[in-house]
Structure formats: structure tokens, C-alpha cells
């Protein structure tokens, strides 16, 4: 029989890695017909370094459905694959998973999965079906360099890079093109042509799905259609004489050395917040500098945990520090299980200025469902260094929570009975501040003097009004801390509240000082209310409650 006939001796190292229904068998079955069973395996499925292990040493080409572990391609081997337009590809998927794969007990989740995702138009399926459906081509190329769950962004670049390293990137929608270039890297002549093997029995074509069922495939194969698109350009290139393997930096999150430093002390602990001193934080490039961390040039993570314990909800993270040196480009993420589940991550950037200029850098996320590990991490790349100050995470929640609590105390200063008529919550983003660091929607002190926010200029109505400044006071205390009502572009003081009888004498609670009132005998149109913050002062301030008493009879 032909197929037991070795007509071409290949002394190389190839390795074909086919992805499903992309015409990955019957390419498997050319090379066994033109190169013999001798020299190509069957078609294979296992992960990458054992696949070289079991089979490297007898068959001179491995051609298999390929699991990679993020340690890089093998310098000793030449890579080749076939890709497939995406959509196309997964239409094809869907109906040969649910009409031509025999149900087995490895795979009834699957085809139980690809069943309801066209009984429902593509609105619902199962797990096991959608991490088989969502970009498998960013997912597996991506994998070859990458070992954590990052975002689909990050992936697409990884599987670029990685793709630009093989040898041979066919396409499916020319397959004798691609066949020729492979008979060429394989030293080929006189070769049979391509046949048809392992198709799928019946599936509608693009043209004729739901216009609902289409949006959701194109939905699932986001990024591997920008791959596959940026990939046509240089899909069926010549096959390389010199290849090169640039320097891929895998971005992994997993530590595999020494254990981090687990729980560290909280320097500023409030009902919404708290905030982590860079010093206290876990380090794989950096030295302690005072209170903050310093990265040495080297290429890890500034800093990372500090594995906190957060129920489902909205929070955010805020970082900031100084640049040191100038033009860098850092990774910053949100992750759990000890890096394996990304929730978020935002890349902090050098915008320019002057030596030594401050950064901060929010990253917001959302955890679903409670969550244990939660870390910051902050990946400096080599021959960058900058400083890091703090950490500090919010609770959107329980800010909220605390606001709306708040509104409803109507206790003031008077002997007379009164209520509120009218609640007015004045956010930091309606006030203005030279001096404060924004941590999310609040404004933070940042150890200089002056007016922490001012604004936001406002008309009030004649009246009596009681003002409470809600917040979280940190571990220096409110240091001689002010408060003022102004109008008239601050020429007029209306009213001047001290936060504390002493600088270190601080209101228990969410309340910063006490609740005052003020009382204003005209319609004033640029109201301003200003709080004056010293050196000392440690203050998060959330919002400003305003609340008009009328006296009841």
C-alpha cells in the first residue's frame, strides 16, 4: 500500500500544530502518504514538551492538537499551522461537535454544550463549550509563552509574537498554496495532492445563520479574528533559512520561588478603605526606601499581594508613586489564586515632564462572588526604575452605604426639634484640589498644607443648614484640620469649623470633626465649602453632606 512506503527521507524536526477544523487531518493524512508512517505520527493529542519527549526520538515530524505551558517554542524544532477565518471555523466546530462526535463520557458536557448553543441562537451554553469556542487561537499560541489567565489583549499580542516565530502559517482558504510551501520545507517532490478527511457532514453556511446566532459567534471569536486578519499578511510565507527567536518575555503571574510575605499590616485601615504602605508590601525587584519601594532596573514585580479576603462587589485600586527614570511603560493587575485568575489589570504609563514627576493609577474591578488571594501587582520591565508610595483599595459599596446612612441623621446642635428638608451630597469630583491625591471618586491628603478641595460654588437658598464631611481619618490623625464656608470668590466667610479641639483629637466614625450648621440669612450664589488640611493631616474624604433643617411645630 502506498501509505507503507517512506518515498522521501526528512532528516529535520517538524512539528505541525493543528487546531480542530482546520483541515488539520487532512493535512496529517498528505504528509503520511508523501513522507511514509515511519517518519510522520498519527495525529496526536498531549501536551507540548511531552509530545517532544514520547516522540521526538522516533518520528522526525509530531503532528498533534498541541496543550503549551508558557515555556517557549523548542529551538531544536520548526513549527508550522493552519489557520481558518474564524467564524467560518467555529460554525463548522458547532455542528460537527453536535451532529459527527460520538458521545462519550469525556465529552457529553461538550456536546451538551455545542446542543444548546444552537437551540438558543448562540445566547446560552456551558462551560466545557465555551472554552472550546471563545479565540482558541489567541488562547493556544498565547499559551506557548504565557502561563496565567491574562486579559485577551495581552493574549493576542503573546500569540503574535509566537506566531511570527513559526516556520510556515498556512491558510485554509488556500490549501494547495500552503501544501506547496510545506512540500518545500519538507524537501518534497512528485507529491500526491490533498484529500479530503474528517469533514463535517452538514453545517449551514455563513450566509444563512440568524443574524442573532451570528452576533454571538462573532462575539466569541473577537480576537481571533484581529489575529487572523493581522496574520494574512504573512500567512504562506516563504519557509526561512535563518530563523531567529527573539527574547519573549512570558508575563507570568505564578511564583514559583520564594514564598511571598503573606498578610502584610495594614497602615490605614477604614469602613470603606484601606491602605497599604509600599514598605510592607511583598517585592521581587525592589528595596525599601523609607516608606516606599524602589525598583533596581530589573525586569519583575515591584510589588505584589497583599492576598486579601473581599465579598462580591465593585471596589477599586489606586496606586502611586514617583518616575525615576523616564519613558517606561508598567503592567499593573488585579489577580487571585496566586496569580492563575486575572479580574483586572491597566497599563501605567509615562506621560512625560520633569524628573521625579508623581504618577497614580486606578484600576477598577468587580468580583462576583467572594473571593480570597486578591493582590496588587505592579510588573516594571528591565532598566526602569521608579518609586512606589502606596496601595490603596476602596469599597464602592460600602461608600455608598455610608453615605445614604448618613444623610438620614438629622441630630444637631440646637435644643429645638427640626428636620431635614432637603439632602444635597456634594462629591469630590464637583470640587477642586491642587494639592490632593484622587483615590477613585475620593480625595486623599498627600502631606502638604493647604486646601485638601474647595467649590463648588453653588447657590443656596436663605436658611439653616447642617454640613457633615464623610470620610476616613488615617493613623496620623486630623493634624489641626479646618474646615470653611466661604462666598463672594472667598472674600465672605460665612462659617469656620476646627475638626478637632486638639490636632490628634479625631471623631469616632465616618463623620471627619463633627456635623455643624450654618446658617445663611440670604440666597448666596457661589457658596464654597473649603477644608484646610496641615502636613500632618490624614484624610480620605468621600463626600460632603448637606442638609437643610427646618424647624417642626
Known amino acids: 500500500m502506498e501509505i507503507d512506503m517512506l518515498k522521501t527521507f526528512y532528516s529535520g524536526r517538524l512539528i505541525f500544530h493543528h487546531l480542530e477544523k482546520t483541515a488539520g487531518q487532512a493535512i496529517n493524512d498528505w504528509m503520511c502518504r508523501n513522507l511514509g508512517v515511519g517518519t510522520v505520527t498519527p495525529n496526536l493529542i498531549g501536551t507540548h514538551r511531552n509530545l517532544i519527549q514520547r516522540y521526538g526520538g522516533n518520528y522526525p515530524i509530531i503532528s498533534a492538537h498541541i496543550q503549551f505551558d508558557g515555556t517557549g517554542l523548542d529551538p531544536r524544532w520548526r513549527y508550522t499551522t493552519v489557520l481558518r477565518d474564524p467564524v467560518d471555523r467555529l460554525i463548522s466546530w458547532i455542528y460537527f461537535v453536535d451532529k459527527d462526535v460520538k458521545p462519550t463520557v469525556d465529552n457529553m458536557e461538550l456536546k451538551s454544550g455545542a446542543e444548546l448553543f444552537l437551540r438558543s441562537n448562540g445566547e446560552e451554553t456551558n462551560q466545557a463549550f465555551l472554552e472550546s469556542a471563545e479565540n482558541p487561537y489567541v488562547q493556544s499560541f498565547s499559551s506557548v509563552v504565557m502561563r496565567c489567565n491574562a486579559s485577551w489583549r495581552r493574549k493576542l499580542e503573546a500569540a503574535l509574537l509566537v506566531l511570527a516565530e513559526y516556520d510556515l502559517v498556512g491558510d485554509q482558504a488556500d490549501l494547495p498554496k500552503f501544501i506547496d510551501q510545506l512540500a518545500k520545507l519538507l524537501l518534497v517532490t512528485n507529491y500526491t495532492s490533498l484529500r479530503a478527511v474528517n469533514v463535517t457532514s452538514s453545517r449551514p453556511q455563513q450566509d444563512s445563520i440568524s443574524a442573532q446566532m451570528l452576533r454571538n459567534i462573532h462575539k466569541l471569536t473577537e480576537y481571533d479574528r484581529e489575529l487572523y486578519s493581522e496574520i494574512q499578511r504573512i500567512a504562506n510565507r516563504q519557509v526561512r533559512n535563518n530563523r531567529y527567536f527573539p527574547t519573549i518575555q512570558p508575563f507570568n503571574f505564578e511564583f514559583q520561588e520564594t514564598p511571598p510575605r503573606a498578610y502584610p499590616n495594614v497602615y490605614w485601615l477604614g469602613a470603606y478603605m484601606r491602605q497599604y504602605l509600599a514598605k510592607d508590601l511583598s517585592t521581587q525587584n525592589g528595596a525599601v526606601v523609607g516608606r516606599a519601594l524602589v525598583s533596581n532596573g530589573e525586569n519583575g514585580y ?11 462587589g465593585h471596589y477599586c485600586a489606586v496606586a502611586n508613586g514617583l518616575w525615576i527614570t523616564r519613558g517606561a511603560v508598567c503592567n499593573i493587575s488585579i489577580c487571585s489564586n496566586k496569580g492563575a485568575v486575572l479580574h483586572a489589570e491597566e497599563t501605567l504609563v509615562d506621560s512625560g515632564g520633569a524628573t521625579g514627576a508623581e504618577w497614580s493609577q486606578l484600576v477598577n474591578f468587580k468580583l462576583d462572588d467572594e473571593r480570597s488571594g486578591i493582590e496588587f501587582r505592579l510588573m516594571v520591565p528591565n532598566e526602569t526604575k521608579i518609586q512606589l508610595n ?58 502638604q498644607d493647604g486646601f485638601l478641595c474647595y467649590g463648588p460654588y ?39 469649623e476646627p475638626m478637632a479641639t486638639t490636632p490628634f483629637n479625631n471623631q469616632a466614625g465616618n463623620i471627619i470633626g463633627k456635623p455643624w450648621t450654618i446658617s445663611l440669612e440670604q440666597e448666596v450664589s457661589d457658596l464654597e465649602i473649603r477644608l484646610w488640611v496641615s502636613k500632618q493631616t490624614e484624610i480620605n474624604l468621600c463626600g460632603i453632606l448637606l442638609q437643610r433643617l427646618v424647624e417642626t411645630k
Open 390 to 447: 502606596a496601595v490603596t483599595f476602596l469599597n464602592e459599596k460600602i461608600m455608598v452605604t455610608i453615605l445614604e446612612s448618613e444623610i438620614g441623621l438629622c441630630q444637631t446642635d440646637h435644643n429645638v426639634d427640626k428636620q431635614i428638608s432637603v439632602r444635597t451630597i456634594i462629591y469630590p469630583a464637583q470640587m477642586i484640589s491642587k494639592i490632593a491625591l484622587r483615590v477613585g471618586t475620593t480625595l486623599q491628603t498627600t502631606g
Open 302 to 312: 515591584l510589588c505584589y499581594g497583599p492576598y486579601l479576603n473581599l465579598e462580591a
Open 458 to 496: 453653588m447657590t443656596l437658598n436663605a436658611g439653616l443648614y447642617r454640613v457633615s464631611l464623610v470620610g476616613s481619618i488615617g493613623p496620623q490623625g486630623l493634624g489641626g484640620a479646618y474646615a470653611d464656608v466661604v462666598c463672594q470668590a472667598g472674600k465672605k466667610t460665612i462659617h469656620r
